[in-house]
């Protein structure tokens, strides 16, 4: 920050230096030289003591003793015609108004003054950084605001991809358990197939009774309950309706209730007639048909 730029234009300085108490010849002579302020204070303290008289004696530099407007005359006449006559006369109508002498600065003043110059351009130069200081702050508090919002809208964007990460694993995890479903369905579509081929369920299907065999003095047959790998089922439901099937010997119960189940029938247990038993619950997984006494042929009620 230069010092022209803290004291102002030229006349500005000139009014200042003027404002010390130096009188104008010297400020405008010490402004023309240093063209600063700072050096032109010290031009005037230094030659301020060749300008106090200088108002005094301005009108005498080409007089001597109080004939000084007649050096160029003859025996005191003056050099000039009627209208410089006249004009004296009416200069000598008005009054004169000496300006009285400035009073001289002494050392101890001097170096007040400038003490007090260079307080005001502290002053001024500290203004002038307190102002910059602020237009700084002024520029960080935008920076920090537009950061503010970049990293607002970087935070909205990462939460919009987090959103669409989820929809999409949501949407993954619903198309994989669809899938599994289908398999689980076709699995068990496949095997209550391949149960009601081995069964070969006939609803309906009347019985067809076995006429005895003739007593002989043959050797005695094999018992059909052990030797059977097959057996004919009659199942009688609460609704009073009735079927026939053909399962293997040694089906489970709860092979049976699942080919009932696969043509809509609701199974919970299996009575038999004769010994009446009751087979429910975990018991239909480790029963056979033959162990439920129904081979080679047998009636079970289905509740």
């Not at 018992?223 to 079927?243: E, I, Y």
């Amino acid at each position: 920050l230069s010092l022209d730029a803290a004291m102002g234009s030229k006349e500005q300085n000139i009014q200042f230096l003027m404002g010390m108490g130096f009188p104008r010849p010297l400020c405008e002579k010490a402004i023309s030289v240093e063209g600063y302020v700072e050096p032109a204070i010290q031009y005037c303290i230094k030659y301020a003591d060749q300008y106090t008289g200088e108002g005094g004696t301005a009108g005498q530099t080409l007089g001597g003793g109080g004939g000084g407007g007649n050096t160029l005359g003859g025996g005191g006449r003056p050099l000039n015609d009627g209208r410089e006559n006249l004009k004296r006369e009416r200069e000598e109508d008005v009054p004169v108004v000496e300006e009285p002498p400035k009073p001289q600065l002494t050392q101890e003043e001097r170096d007040a003054a400038l003490e007090m110059i260079k307080a005001k351009i502290k002053e001024r130069k500290q203004a002038a950084a307190a102002a910059e200081e602020i237009s700084m702050g002024e520029r960080e508090k935008y920076r920090r605001m537009q950061g503010k919002e970049a990293q607002e809208a970087q935070e909205a964007r990462r939460k919009m991809l987090a959103e669409k990460a989820i929809r999409d694993k949501k949407r993954a995890q619903e198309k994989d358990r669809l899938a599994k479903e289908r398999i689980r369905a076709q699995i068990e579509q496949d095997r209550l197939n391949r149960l009601a081929n081995n069964g070969r369920l006939v609803p309906n299907q009347p019985e067809v009774s076995v006429p005895p065999t003739p007593a002989s003095s043959k050797p005695p047959t094999v018992d059909p309950a052990r030797s059977a790998a097959t057996c004919v089922v009659q199942f009688r439901f609460k609704d009073g309706s009735s079927m026939k099937a053909s399962f293997g010997a040694d089906d489970t119960l709860s092979s049976v209730a699942l080919h009932l189940v696969g043509l809509g029938k609701t199974v919970t247990k299996f009575l038999t007639t004769f010994p009446r038993k009751d087979y429910s619950g975990a018991v239909l997984d480790t029963t056979t048909l033959r162990a439920a006494g129904v081979v080679p042929r047998g009636v079970l009620i289905v509740e």
